[in-house]
T-cell receptor
Framework: QKEVEQDPGPLSVPEGAIVSLNCTYSNSAFQYFMWYRQYSRKGPELLMYTYSSGNKEDGRFTAQVDKSSKYISLFIRDSQPSDSATYLC???????????FGTGTRLQVFP | EPEVTQTPSHQVTQMGQEVILRCVPI?????FYWYRQILGQKVEFLVSFYNNEISEKSEIFDDQFSVERPDGSNFTLKIRSTKLEDSAMYFC?????????????FGSGTQLSVL
């Protein structure tokens, strides 16, 4: 079983849709959870950072962590064409610097 | 908005040659990282650096790799003798703190092509 699994997509949605992106993980030691957005030929850009179970909201983005199910989600409300990018989940245990990334989900929002 | 700057954006080299990838982290950040992404694969951790020494390195980061902070602003990754399999996008990142205060900011990357 892979440490972090993420559906690679692509996911294609109309403008204004609610998007749900998900990752599962197998290592119960993971404590810190992040979502990054990566545009083509650019570096990952941090969107959301959380270290506890539950929901965290920032504008149109909501990150959800369920440690008991080893499952994290990112919801994007009122999606825009500018949201078209690859979304990477990343996580790490408390005792290491090493972020483990998912493969990324490619999202396309069409007008 | 402050950002991590990487140069060059593209680097082409012959197998066996040495390359140095350069990064200018965000000025008040104390923790520095290198990651790489081989085409079509996951972003992978290479090394973390704090207080002028390596904090942690991955199994990828063998004796051919080294990092240095030669002055107060630059952070470099050196590959001593490049191999074909070193071809990848290399990302530098920095953060202000660790643990609950860790938020990594990534540069735009250096695309390394080894021929």
């Amino acid at each position: 079983q892979k440490e972090v699994e993420q559906d690679p997509g692509p996911l294609s949605v109309p403008e204004g849709a609610i998007v749900s992106l998900n990752c599962t993980y197998s290592n119960s030691a993971f404590q810190y959870f992040m979502w990054y957005r990566q545009y083509s030929r650019k570096g990952p850009e941090l969107l959301m950072y959380t270290y506890s179970s539950g929901n965290k909201e920032d504008g149109r983005f909501t990150a959800q962590v369920d440690k008991s199910s080893k499952y994290i989600s990112l919801f994007i409300r009122d999606s825009q064409p500018s949201d078209s990018a690859t979304y990477l989940c990343a996580m790490r245990p408390y005792n290491t610097d090493k972020l483990i990334f998912g493969t990324g989900t490619r999202l396309q929002v069409f007008p | 908005e402050p950002e991590v700057t990487q140069t060059p954006s593209h680097q082409v080299t012959q197998m066996g040659q040495e390359v140095i990838l350069r990064c200018v982290p965000i000025s008040n950040h104390l923790y520095f990282y290198w990651y790489r992404q081989i085409l079509g694969q996951k972003v992978e951790f290479l090394v973390s650096f704090y207080n002028n020494e390596i904090s942690e390195k991955s199994e990828i980061f063998d004796d051919q790799f080294s990092v240095e902070r030669p002055d107060g602003s630059n952070f470099t990754l050196k590959i001593r003798s490049t191999k074909l399999e070193d071809s990848a996008m290399y990302f530098c990142a920095s953060s202000e703190g660790t643990g609950a205060n860790e938020k990594l900011f990534f540069g735009s990357g250096t695309q390394l092509s080894v021929l």
